[in-house]
């Protein structure tokens, strides 16, 4: 893996600015199921029918059942980090307040790698959502229609907290400024066909960070990127950091 840091800011003297951003393919080898590769996800569930609030007010119990299932997968045993998820935490360790890591994904593997700089853009399976406050709890077994909130009076329904199609992503506002204090953007298994993630390495670019993709194959933004490394997560992910880390100890 050769790092190619093509255009660092004149100005920086320190450690840059890096910003992460992994979709489901950085998971893909803890055994959870992506979306669009063979056997993904959208093979067996139609998006319209679990992951848009139209879905939601017309057949609850599908979209329950669907996100029950994969809460239940996310807490077997079998899956757990792997080598990627605690690579990208090492990372954050050497850089503190100068790292976020954006992720599309709604597992809790990041966290369990020990990242906690983490922004979950599309929501989160371990959590569940009041329908009236909005508010957000930890949820670790399954709901349903009958399940109450225990912030209202009278208690409201809960949703999942998960952020659906035609659904605004979390803390864009962060994330936007985050893009624009980038020295380095990093993108890591996800296939940049889902906005407005998909068009992040643009906003990178856009103010002078270098950009890397690390994927399995490349995505659909891999003309954006600087860099494009293919290989499996658990290999090009540790590769990758441990030759950046090597990089800035020898600048
Ligand atoms: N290592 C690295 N990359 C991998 C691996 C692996 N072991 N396995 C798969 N990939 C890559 C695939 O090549 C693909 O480009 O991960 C990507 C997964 O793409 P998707 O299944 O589309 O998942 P993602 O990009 O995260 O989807 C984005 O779409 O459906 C919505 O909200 C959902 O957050 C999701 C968003």
Redesign the pocket.
Known sequence: VVVKIARWRPWVTDLPNVVIL?????S??SGL?????SG???ENFR?EDV?TPEAFMTNPDLVYHFYNMRRKQLQEAAVQP?A?HYALAELETQLGDKFILI????DDLHERAGSERVIH??GQLRSARCLSSGKAIPWDDDFSAADRCSCCAPQSPLRPD????GEMPMQMDEIYYKLSQADLFIS???????YP??GFVQIANEFGADTVE???????QHTSFNQSI????????PEFVAALLQSWKDK
């Not at 199921?33 to 590769?37: A, G, P």
């Not at 998960?162 to 199609?165: A, E, H, R, S, T």
């Not at 293919?230 to 992910?237: C, D, E, L, R, W």
């Open positions: 992994t979709g489901a393919g950085v893909a080898e199921k992506t979306f669009r590769d993904g996800l959208w998006i992951a792997n990627a992720t599309q994904n709604v853009m599309h998960i952020v659906w199609f890591v298994g996800t296939s940049g066909q889902v993630a998909a690390l994927n399995l194959e490349p995505g659909d293919h290989g499996h997560a658990s290999k090009v992910v």
